[in-house]
């Protein structure tokens, strides 16, 4: 008797050429990133947590929402962030949640799943170059910029 199983297929389609995109080089550039790829109808809303994904060369690959919760949170689960990152074959990544209160400044639980996920990211060889604190008004908080990265 022959036992069956589940295959397995994993899959990325890149529909725009990631060679023909421009380098990730500064934090004004992945916060525009985000902002022109948020919703601005729900920016001010409920907090929502997005990943950039890059290439080698900090090529953007595209942008994934992990998750979208309520007024003042929302659920990281690694397991998937992780699983997306794997997916698309990404060495590096940019993090970005926005605040609806409009306060930039991060909470301890903003810093602490920060530097879980630097953690692990490290073990993949993939880089943690940031994680943006995004406002409705357009303004941004850089963790790199501010020496928490």
Not at 75 to 80: E, F, G, Q
């Amino acid at each position: 008797m022959k036992n069956k199983v589940n295959e397995i297929k994993i899959s990325y389609k890149e529909k725009i050429k990631t060679s023909k995109s421009d380098a990730i080089k500064s934090s004004d550039y992945a916060a525009r990133l985000f902002f022109e790829n948020w919703n601005s109808d729900t920016i001010g809303l409920q907090e929502s947590f997005k990943v950039l994904l890059l290439n080698n060369s900090n090529k953007v690959k595209g942008i994934y929402q992990l998750s979208k919760g309520g007024i003042t949170g929302t659920i990281v689960d690694l397991r998937i962030l992780f699983a997306v990152i794997l997916k698309t074959l990404s060495v590096g990544i940019i993090l970005a949640h926005n605040h609806p209160s409009s306060k930039l400044q991060p909470s301890e639980t903003d810093k602490q799943l920060t530097i879980k996920i630097k953690k692990a990211a490290s073990f993949l060889d993939i880089k943690v170059l940031d994680h943006l604190i995004l406002a409705p008004n357009g303004e941004y908080y850089s963790f790199t910029d501010n020496g928490l990265l």
